[in-house]
């Protein structure tokens, strides 16, 4: 991994043009700009997971062999930042933010028990709503399961 971290780099995608097979498309290409946004101290990797309308994102960031920890890049300040983990918890991630700046995801307790969680913005609280991970779908109680 590369130590400037931070840094904007700017790619364009190539577009087929008419008569390679594919569809005819107009001449302009898409602009992307890639904005790396590090990992927590001591990690070795990031993985986002959700964005809002501002630019801000949230995800985890751990290691192969280390507990993953929920973070939240703010896209006003430029800075990936450890949410907070309630007592008892080992792990956790972040998977979504709103435009409100509300993030969801979860935390673990030991020993494999989920607790889903949302993050208030603007302030280290954050609320739960406490679930056993069931070993088997067909012994839970139908209020702790969920399709995915």
Request: some cysteine.
């Amino acid at each position: 991994m590369s130590a400037a971290l931070g840094g904007v780099y700017a790619a364009q995608a190539a577009m087929p043009a008419a008569g390679d097979g594919g569809p005819a498309v107009a001449a302009e290409h898409s602009t992307y700009t890639l904005l790396k946004l590090g990992i927590l101290a001591g990690d070795e990797l990031s993985i986002p997971f959700g964005i809002n309308a501002q630019g801000d994102v949230v995800g985890y960031s751990g290691g192969l062999t280390m507990s993953p920890m929920p973070f939240r890049y703010t896209a006003a300040t430029g800075k990936l930042k450890a949410l907070p983990l309630p007592t008892g918890t080992t792990s956790g991630t972040a998977e979504d933010i709103n435009d409100a700046g509300f993030v969801t995801g979860w935390v673990t307790h030991a020993p494999a028990e989920d607790e889903a969680v949302r993050w208030r913005p603007n302030n280290k609280s954050l609320c739960s709503a406490r679930w056993a991970m069931p070993t088997t779908r067909a012994t839970a109680p139908a209020s702790t399961t969920t399709s995915r």
